[in-house]
């Protein structure tokens, strides 16, 4: 096969590419402008950005070394923790940097996405669709605004580029082009493990291809296709049918099995880094069914109505049953039968369909990591097959004049792509620091134990101490066990930066009463009491902080920052102590308080 010449990149051809990726680049700037000014959060942005010492370091070999060797915050991407390193060197401990670097992988992905799929179906109309919901929808807006999320933007980058090369590779068939589609898979995986789907995906974009390119007469699908466009025009009109895939699954099969190894090994690896870093969090496998049932309508719901978001969504057991299945059930099922009663006409919807139940199993619940029950971010890569749906329909205008085709998709995309950017508005102002997001979080889901934790740590990052302990008592009257010691712990961490010394003594008692068993009350206790000139009681309790292994992947960022003081602390309380015996030789080792407050350090 001869492949045809290349065309000059600002040819006529690519001209109307280029404005509309700018478009798109415009229509994502408009309402993710304002992360800039946004802060760090306290959930995982810690062990991602600014508490993580490797991260700290910046660009040096022993970071490297890191980032390809451990299984921190439950997943082995090294590509990953390199795009967090890089932006460590160029933003420092600014959350601005992080993010807008974030804006700018979502941009790069939303341009892929168009070009992959103007690549693969010939058509504008049917890629700017599907991109424009893709770099719009409020529910990606967890993936852009969130400094945590970039292993999801590196993974879609790669994805669409795998796609684009793909297609080169169906085309001219060259080892070159299958390599290359091989090491953007592979860079994939290494950004995040969600690409072990991308084989099976690859299949539904060779399909796709061969409805849009039907290579022959033939007798199975009989698709028509629109006379009146060129190779790059609109969807629909009238084409030849496109040759039995059964007798062209060798061809759509075989060239993605190598891949298919490769996803196996990443998933191996994934469900080892898990186990290994979040122990035996785990829920039956009837509870999991139910949830993924159940989730996949919430998805969908999602998917048509992105309002009610939040960055966690609990995993409530006693919800979670047969009757509040049936309704998802009949859904899927209903849309599953119709997919396919329409696939002779409308093959687009099944691989669409396809597409979005496919994508979504390693993100299903059927292994449960965390105590999520589903998650905004999962929709990232499944909403496409979903979106496909806005084009199909606007196929069955060829009927109409050419006028009025180009008013109806005119309207529909101005009136579809402005909404989102409004909800997506408000949606990213949630995201401006830990207090606004987690706010919000309780306000969506209701009371939860990452929701109430991290909204007090918040308060406490932010020094809004009064609000802190106002919170804390409130939550910490109705709070189940497994969060009520962490909650007085935090509120005693405030007590003692507001100075009240004795209250915060009294809080970190009550909290290891509590069940906290972490290093914070037992940091309180010791600053406290050195504070209070009590000496003994403080060097008891700084040998018990001393003892507690403080893990790179810690979340809680109250132990962590005083865990960093620790050192600081021991100097102080060897200088004070040995003041105190010289002074007074035969006496109790005391001391009067500093007068001066030790979150100086």
């Not at 529910?139 to 795998?162: M, T």
């Not at 002074?583 to 030790?598: E, T």
Request: glycine share 6%.
């Amino acid at each position: 096969m001869t492949p045809a010449p290349r065309k000059p990149l600002f040819s006529s051809d690519y001209q109307l590419d280029i404005l509309i990726c700018l478009g798109l680049v415009l229509a994502i700037f408009i309402p993710y402008r304002q992360v800039a000014t946004h802060r760090f959060v306290e959930f995982d942005d810690g062990i991602y950005a600014f508490q993580n010492t490797y991260i700290i370091r910046g660009l040096c070999w022993d970071s490297l070394c890191w980032a390809f060797t451990n299984t921190d915050a439950a997943n082995w991407h090294p590509l990953t923790w390199i795009s967090h390193l890089i932006d460590r060197e160029l933003f420092g401990p600014h959350a601005g940097g992080y993010l807008l670097a974030n804006v700018a992988w979502h941009t790069l992905a939303s341009c892929l996405c168009y070009l992959a799929f103007v690549k693969t179906t010939g058509s504008r109309v049917f890629a700017f669709f599907v991109a424009m919901v893709f770099a719009l929808h409020p529910a990606n807006v967890e993936n852009v605004a969130w400094a945590s999320e970039r292993k999801s933007l590196l993974n879609a980058v790669f994805w669409f580029a795998a796609i684009i090369t793909y297609i080169d590779f169906i085309k001219t068939r060259t080892f070159r082009a299958y390599g290359v589609t091989t090491i953007a898979y592979l860079l994939s995986l290494l950004a995040k493990p969600m690409s072990v789907t991308l084989p099976c995906t690859l299949v539904l974009i060779h399909i796709l291809y061969l409805v849009y390119h039907p290579v022959g007469p033939s007798t199975v699908l009989p698709l028509p296709l629109n006379p009146d466009t060129d190779q790059h025009g609109g969807v629909g009109s009238d084409r030849p049918a496109l040759q039995s895939l059964g007798q062209r699954w060798k061809t759509l099969v075989v060239p993605v099995i190598p891949f298919i190894a490769l996803s196996i090994y990443f998933c191996a690896v994934t469900m080892s880094a898990q186990a290994l870093a979040l122990g035996n969090v785990s829920h039956t496998l009837s509870l999991r069914l139910l949830n993924m049932a159940i989730s996949y309508g919430r998805y969908l719901k999602m998917f048509v109505n992105p309002t009610g978001l939040a960055i966690f969504y609990p995993f409530h057991d006693d919800t979670l049953n047969l009757r509040a299945a049936i309704l998802p059930i009949v859904i899927l099922t209903t849309i599953s039968v119709a997919a396919l009663l329409l696939v002779r006409r409308k093959p687009q919807l099944l691989i669409g369909w396809c597409w979005y139940l496919g994508t979504m199993v390693p993100v299903i619940g059927l292994v449960q990591v965390g105590s999520q029950s589903y998650a905004d971010r999962y929709l990232y890569i499944p909403m496409l097959g979903l979106a496909f749906v806005y084009p199909v329909l606007f196929e069955e205008l060829r009927s109409s004049t050419r006028l009025v085709r180009q008013l109806i998709t005119g309207t529909t995309l101005g009136v579809l792509g402005v909404s989102m950017v409004l909800v997506t508005q408000i949606q990213i102002s949630y995201w401006q620091d830990g207090v606004a997001l987690f706010r919000n979080c309780l306000a969506v889901a209701g009371d939860c134990a990452p929701g109430v934790i991290n909204l007090a740590v918040a308060y406490h990052r932010a020094a809004r101490y009064d609000e802190l302990m106002a919170f804390a008592d409130s939550e910490a009257a109705v709070a189940p066990p497994e969060y009520k010691g962490r909650l007085i712990a935090i509120k005693a961490s405030a007590l003692f930066y507001d100075q009240e010394y004795e209250a915060s003594i009294v809080a970190a008692k009550q909290a290891i009463d509590s069940g906290d068993v972490e290093i914070t009350p037992c940091w309180v206790l010791a600053v406290s009491n050195f504070q209070l000139g009590n000496l003994d009681e403080a060097a008891r309790w700084y040998a018990k902080s001393k003892s507690f292994e403080m893990p790179v992947h810690k979340v809680s960022l109250v132990d962590v920052e005083h865990d960093a003081t620790l050192t600081v602390f021991e100097k102080m309380l060897q200088e004070q102590m040995a003041t105190a015996r010289n002074q007074h030789p035969a006496m109790s080792v005391r001391s009067p308080a500093l007068g001066r407050r030790i979150e100086a350090w």
